[in-house]
């Protein structure tokens, strides 16, 4: 219900309509109409679409189950980080990070090797960082809240070491 009402007027309109009526020949002729966003978002996380919660999963296999997400400019976004693999996270640690635009993501990873105390988190760097979670090992997870006011793509990685060259993604702001 709560993803329902989040959608744009017309599908809120069109939601009230259903929600009115209830029959089931409206209620597939609403939902085709008012947002195949609604069902991409629950069933299809290749499809990214406008959110401001984000989920994002890393396993034992060194892999983010999303490369993409897209959030709105200035929204307050919270983001989930779970890592769903059992191995320690001395040995597949996964942490989220993202980054400011014209970061290079190689030379940050590099810079993070030295961190290894602060979660692979490198203060020389704080200034490309725009927010992280703490860095993760096989059933943990964490949440954080940020926003981004500027539009544009951004890179998120893991910055556990060898990690970013698989696990990487972009987050669009639009
Ligand atoms: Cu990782």
Redesign the pocket.
Known sequence: MKKIFKLSAIALTMTFLLFSCGGNGQKEAAATQSATTVEEEAVTPAAPVLSNVLNLE?NDQ?QYNQTEFRIAAGQSVTLTLKHTGTLDKNA????FVLLKSGTDINAFAKKALEAKNNGYIPKSESASIIAHTKLLGGGESDTITFSVDEKGTYDFI?S?PG?VSM?KGKLIVE
């Open positions: 890393g060194m597949m640690g996964h942490n893991c556990f990690h696990m």
